[in-house]
């Protein structure tokens, strides 16, 4: 059974940056969906944006042009690197594969 656990959440001030990662073990990430989720307090969990295989990314609107995704298969690793962060991202952030979720981890952006 996979496992993703999601690491690097915290707190930064607004404009800042944040990078996310998430490592699955057990098994290797599924070849077919593999992204990042959010949510804010209060509100419905949103689709962040994915990775296909060949590394190219596709990404809500919301965070087109701030955020990264990118995978490592060798570590079973994806990352999620967030740049520009307002308090509008602050959330859990959880990464999925295929059906699988990861547990979230939190991003607190605050001055």
């Known amino acids: 059974q996979v496992q993703l656990v999601e690491s690097g959440g915290g707190w930064v001030q607004p404009g800042g940056s944040l990078r996310l990662s998430c490592t699955a073990s057990?098994?290797?990430?599924?070849?077919?969906?593999l992204g990042w989720y959010r949510q804010a307090p209060g509100k419905e969990r949103e689709w962040v944006g994915r990775v296909f295989n060949s590394g190219n990314g596709l990404y809500a609107d919301s965070v087109q042009g701030r955020f990264t995704i990118s995978r490592d298969d060798a570590k079973n690793t994806m990352y999620l690197q967030m740049n520009n962060l307002t308090p509008e991202d602050t959330g859990d952030y959880y990464c999925?594969?295929?059906?699988?979720w990861g547990q979230g981890t939190r991003v607190t952006v605050s001055s």
């Open positions: 057990g098994g290797t990430f599924s070849t077919s969906l």
């Open positions: 999925k594969s295929g059906s699988i």
